[in-house]
């Protein structure tokens, strides 16, 4: 079977020891993790992790079953990249003087709608969100000129369909008399 | 609003008092019906322990040698009782000594707490002294942990604790106390936990499935059961000896499903697996419908997964969602508790006996005894064979017997060649196969089952890594007899090195002690077999003694364990010699 990118959600309670569980079962089978994030979710109290591995299908619904086990994760879900929206935020750092004299740069960070967020007198900071692979197109053009500094943020990701968390969490309330 | 995530239940008497933390966690512990313990004191857990001594007429609790052993007595507690086991030790060294049974637990689906001490909370992080992240380090090898850090949490995180560790597939929980929380004050006030909004203990059953497994198993020609540990968690002996009966199916046995079925049903048809029994090892290539039932296809059952059961479809009844497709794809999964899955099948099935189909298993058998069975059990070889003394265990005990096995070739033999009438009657380490674990256990299933005898069987190297535990039984005169079955060897290991390593027996032999005089210095009355002539009485006057008993059998150096998959290979190329 081939690899792809999946995009796992997991939605969880907000519990400190979590995201060293959730790691360790991508570790014990030496799964990469490509980008994690957690967040809190649409969901009162409720964390959203989500983490982009590359896997085969047959891996990722093993690994999927594998979380869903821990005792505090409400649900996971995994999305190939076409049943997902999401983006990346990456923060490029040049010299100024590089900058200045390269008449290109600035038209081609217009062109891929970047954006200057800082200007000093020694360096420019230019943020850019999008798909993967936009930014490490910008990444390689500016590459040339000297980045002083490159970090980009984890894969945020919302799904095209629904993820029902709320109903979940609802029918445990219902069916579990308050007391 | 505060979000509720977890549901309990209204407590009797709703009469709140102001205790300690540490009182708190006995008072717990007596609410959960929790009446012995094993465990270990130190500094981190010193409160905890103060309060024991308070509370020593409600709650007994057995000082093991090392926290290792109270893991395993509390594991050997839960196995016999079907109640969960519970474990104490103190920070660092205390809480790193219980990992490997902790690992054990988890893997064999054992109800474990265990509680440990921590430093004060003001301490945590600085190295201290004896700090250890036990949290951390027990992370992959719990079905949940918690540190607590705050007194008043300490009702409803071990009312969790209990309620995770005992329901849908049972496991171990740790909970790590700070010292200040144990000294801290709280209002306490009980309620035991009945759910947790992320945690599903057993999946709905689903009569869709139900009814496409039953027509699978209708229209089967050689069908096949191959039954785990699930049945006797899910407490589903009963249901499942009728099920059997109804079908005809002939019914194959794990290492830890063994005890659900007695042994000498006309249906069971013995153990699968790299030791297992040739018949079933053979058929599982042959069958048409394989009814996997509360097992989780460990590789020590299936061999080589890809020349596991090809020809047939696959039945898997589990409660445990991740367990399906993950080792065998399930033509027919068939999530739930086996107790209500089983349940739900069985009005759907149609009555058979599938008697040509169960003449293979009692040909393959007959060839089996030819080759095996009739050689080991064979009075006329010259030293004492190790299935020679389970034997006799049997004709003493009448299969009544608990029989706790540690870890190798005796192990093989015991859950071989024991014959059992009742559940819940092998204690064995199956998943982590962990040498030490029998002695220990033996303590706890006695404790957890004291109308019964207790009888384990150990190697003279396994013997050697929890011997201290011999102590305990000194101290607590637990009646639990032990048998070594001493070979000189740690004789698996010096069977793969005979077979698949030119004899070079690198580090396998062992000058061991005189076994009767280290017992009989914990002052417990001790005997040795050195010829087959004294076995009958020997093993007699153990039976008979009243109180605990040690006795050692000298049997042959260099006997192997038969039939055999070797690894990598396929199940049906078993082979008998
Ligand atoms: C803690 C631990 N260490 C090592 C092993 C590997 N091992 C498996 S069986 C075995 C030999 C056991 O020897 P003994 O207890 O004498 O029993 P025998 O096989 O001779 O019956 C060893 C070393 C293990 N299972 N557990």
Redesign the pocket.
């Known amino acids: 079977m081939e690899k792809k990118n999946f995009t796992v959600s997991i939605y969880t309670e907000n519990n400190l020891g979590l995201l060293s569980r959730i790691a360790a079962i991508f570790l014990k089978r030496h799964i990469n993790i490509e980008s994690i994030t957690a967040s809190p979710s649409e969901v009162p109290e409720v964390m959203r992790f989500i983490i982009v591995v590359e896997v085969t299908e047959e891996q990722i619904k093993k690994i999927v079953g594998q979380i869903e086990k821990q005792i505090e994760v409400i649900k996971a879900f995994y999305h190939t990249a076409e049943e997902m929206i999401y983006q990346e935020t990456a923060l490029y750092k040049i010299k100024s003087s590089e900058f200045l004299d390269d008449l290109n740069v600035q038209a081609f960070i217009k062109a891929t709608n970047a954006r200057i967020v800082t200007v000093t007198p020694k360096f420019f900071v230019i943020e850019k969100t999008g798909k993967r692979n936009e930014v490490d197109e910008l990444y390689e053009t500016l590459k040339p000129y000297g980045l002083m500094q490159f970090v980009r943020s984890g894969t945020i990701a919302v799904t095209k369909n629904e993820m029902p968390i709320t109903g979940i969490l609802e029918k445990f309330n219902t069916t579990n008399s308050i007391s | 609003m505060e979000v509720k995530t977890a549901s309990f239940e209204k407590t009797s008497a709703d009469t709140s008092m102001t205790v300690s933390g540490a009182e708190a966690v006995i008072k717990c512990l007596l609410e959960e019906g929790v009446e012995t313990i094993y465990g270990y004191p130190g500094g981190a857990i010193m409160p905890v322990y103060d309060e024991l001594y308070k509370y020593q007429d409600k709650i007994h609790h057995v000082l093991t040698r090392h926290e290792q052993g109270a893991t395993h007595a509390a594991q050997g507690y839960a196995r016999v009782s079907g109640k969960v086991g519970v474990a104490m030790a103190t920070s660092g060294p205390g809480a790193t000594n219980l990992v490997?049974g902790i690992a054990d637990a988890q893997i064999d689906s054992t109800p474990l707490v265990c509680i440990t001490g921590q430093v004060g909370s003001h301490l945590l992080g600085s190295d201290a002294f004896q700090e250890t992240d036990i949290v951390g380090i027990s992370t992959p090898i719990t079905k949940w942990n918690y540190q607590v850090t705050r007194a008043e949490e300490i009702p409803e995180v071990i009312a969790k604790a209990f309620y995770i560790a005992k329901s849908g597939r049972p496991g171990p929980v740790l909970v790590d106390i700070t010292k200040d929380a144990q000294f801290a004050s709280l209002e306490f006030n009980y309620k035991k936990c009945s759910g947790i909004r992320s945690y599903k203990a057993n999946p709905e059953v689903d009569l869709i499935q139900i009814e496409k497994a039953a027509e699978a198993i209708n229209s089967a020609k050689k069908p096949m059961i191959v039954f785990g540990q699930g049945v006797i968690l899910g407490g589903a002996e009963e249901l499942f000896k009728e099920f059997v009966e109804k079908t005809g199916i002939p019914a194959a046995w794990t290492i830890l499903g063994l005890s659900a079925l007695p042994t000498k049903h006309p249906l069971n048809v013995g153990m699968v697996g790299m030791h297992g029994n040739y018949g079933p090892n053979i058929l599982t290539n042959e069958c048409d419908v394989l009814i996997a039932i509360g097992m989780r296809f460990d590789d020590r059952v299936t061999g080589n997964l890809d020349h596991y059961a090809k020809q047939a479809k696959v039945v898997h009844l589990e409660i445990d969602p991740a367990e399906i497709n993950k080792n065998v794809y399930a033509d027919f999964p068939v999530l739930g508790n086996v107790k209500e899955t089983l349940k739900a099948l069985m009005e759907l099935v149609k009555p058979n006996s599938h008697k040509e189909w169960h003449n293979r298993f009692k040909e393959l058998y007959k060839t089996e005894y030819k080759k095996v069975i009739s050689r080991n059990l064979d009075v006329n070889k010259q030293d004492l064979g190790?299935a020679e003394v389970i034997q006799e265990i049997n004709i003493n005990t009448e299969g009544k017997a608990v029989i706790v096995s540690?870890?190798?070739?005796?192990?093989?033999?015991a859950c071989r060649y024991s014959d059992f009438t009742q559940t819940r009657s092998n204690v064995t380490?199956g998943g982590?196969?962990?040498?030490?674990f029998a002695l220990p256990a033996a303590i706890g299933a006695k404790m957890g089952a004291p109308e019964r005898e207790v009888v384990a069987v150990?190697?003279?190297?396994?013997?050697?890594?929890t011997i201290q535990e011999l102590g305990t039984i000194f101290q607590t005169k637990v009646p639990v007899k032990i048998v070594i079955?001493?070979?000189?060897?740690?004789?698996?290991?010096?069977?793969w090195q005979q077979l698949f390593f030119d004899r070079r027996y690198a580090s396998?032999e062992?000058t061991n002690p005189d076994f009767v005089t280290i017992a009989k210095g914990y002052h417990i009355e001790a005997n040795r077999v050195t010829d087959r002539t004294q076995l009958k009485d020997a093993v007699k006057a153990m039976i008979d003694h009243d109180g605990p008993y040690f006795l050692e059998v000298k049997v042959e150096q260099e006997e192997n364990?038969f039939p055999m998959v070797p690894t990598g290979a396929s199940v049906s190329d078993i082979i008998l010699e």
Do not use: P
């Open positions: 490997t190790m540690d870890v190798g070739q005796h192990q093989m033999a380490s982590l196969g962990t040498m030490g150990i190697g003279d190297g396994g013997y050697q890594m079955l001493n070979n000189g060897f740690l004789g698996m290991v010096r069977q396998t062992m364990v």
